[in-house]
């Protein structure tokens, strides 16, 4: 009987993520995992592995990297450089083979979780490139005349951050899940998880003002949940209760906004903001 994953107790899995999740292992097909950043979606991909108790392959997605990354790479000039050095290692072509994380998750003696992070950095061509091995759990090693089949079907989470739309084809093989924005009060929640000893009434004052802040009109950059929970922990750090978070119309900026705040046009937009409530002030 398969396993069903319900979240863990570092981790709020609302009911439609896991619902998301067990559907995915159920059709053998990857979850593509989409949702701002920070929302914890590299995350889930190491929830589900220890919930299952089930190790963990992470390939992180780089603007440089290539799908066959992922099955090996062949090191030419190695071998090449071994071979004007009269090295017998050349003699055996798998000996400048490198095993990519697809590869790794194949031969594993046990069922695995493989995590593509981030997979909309790569170039188009990334996903479609990687269809046929994901599809088919096999890819065919030229150099050495190999065929690498998966031993154990691995439970594949893809992850993107929507930079760039994914080709359809690649869309159709997989199971999609958006992690929505938590609301308030999955947010308390998530907050509870990582601070269970903080003040209801500091989390309700400051989780008020994080939704304020989201919610300004303008903003470039929204705070994330991560972001979110880095400020808690300041204002625990700092020992601030209610009371000092408290704003009038003329301090728009929140305590320790560094946290919230990343880049200079939002931090001037909130100066606006407290300016234009001065001189209405007058």
Request: aromatic share 8%.
């Amino acid at each position: 009987m398969e396993v069903k994953f319900e979240g863990t107790k570092d981790y709020v899995a609302t009911g439609d993520l896991t619902v998301a999740v067990n559907a995915a292992i159920a059709l053998q097909r990857p979850l593509l995992v989409k949702g701002e950043p920070g929302t914890g979606k590299t995350e889930l991909a190491r929830q589900i592995a220890g919930a299952l108790e089930l190790p963990i392959l992470e390939w992180t997605v780089k603007s440089t990297t290539k799908a066959q990354q992922g099955l090996y790479e062949y090191d030419a000039v190695s071998r090449l450089r071994d071979s004007q050095l009269g090295d017998s290692r050349v003699q055996d072509v798998a000996n400048y083979i490198r095993k990519g994380m697809l590869w790794q998750a194949f031969e594993a003696e046990e069922r695995v979780v493989l995590l593509i992070d981030e997979i909309d950095k790569a170039d188009i061509e990334f996903p479609n490139d990687l269809l046929q091995e994901l599809d088919r759990m096999e890819f065919h090693v030229y150099e050495t005349g190999q065929t690498i089949r998966a031993k154990h079907r691995p439970i594949v989470i893809i992850t993107s951050n929507n930079e760039k739309e994914l080709p359809d084809a690649f869309l159709r093989r997989c199971f999609f899940h958006y992690i929505q924005f938590p609301d308030a009060d999955v947010m308390a929640r998530i907050v509870d998880v990582h601070f269970p000893g903080i003040k209801k009434t500091l989390m309700r004052e400051a989780l008020t003002q994080f939704y304020d802040i989201r919610e300004t009109p303008g903003l470039k950059k929204k705070p994330s949940t991560s972001e979110a929970l880095d400020w808690l922990k300041l204002l625990l750090v700092e020992d601030l209760d209610p009371a000092d978070l408290k704003r009038d119309g003329k301090d728009a900026l929140p305590k320790l906004h560094g946290a919230l705040l990343k880049n200079e046009q939002d931090v001037q937009l909130f100066e606006r903001l407290a300016f234009m409530a001065r001189r209405e002030g007058r």
